[in-house]
């Protein structure tokens, strides 16, 4: 699908200039760096739709770990007494 977009002067140079370094051509640095910030913009609406369903859940059965029995949790990880993933509690 084609789409036109309008960028001004100095972003079509800034573009034109990093293509040139990059051996590649403008389309593709632009269809890049579209497709990076539509993958971070994705990943970040679903961490924000985790978090808000993790937060319905824990209003709703009070269940929860600590911040600190998390830290201690992580802390363990690679070494010989790692420990299991924690309870949660109310």
């Not at 051996?23 to 632009?30: D, E, F, L, Y």
């Not at 760096?33 to 739709?49: G, H, L, N, P, T």
């Not at 209003?59 to 363990?76: D, I, K, M, P, Y």
Request: charged share 35%; net charge negative; proline share 1%.
């Amino acid at each position: 699908m084609a789409t036109s977009i309008k960028i001004d002067d100095e972003l079509k140079a800034r573009i034109q200039h990093l293509a040139s370094q990059r051996q590649r051509s403008a389309h593709w640095i632009m269809r890049e760096a579209i497709a990076q910030y539509v993958e971070r913009e994705e990943a970040r609406e679903s961490f924000k739709q985790e978090a808000l369903a993790s937060w319905a859940a824990y209003r709703e059965t009070g269940r929860h770990l600590t911040g600190q029995e998390t830290r201690e949790w992580l802390n363990s990880w690679g070494k010989e007494e790692e420990t299991a993933v924690p309870e949660c509690h109310e």
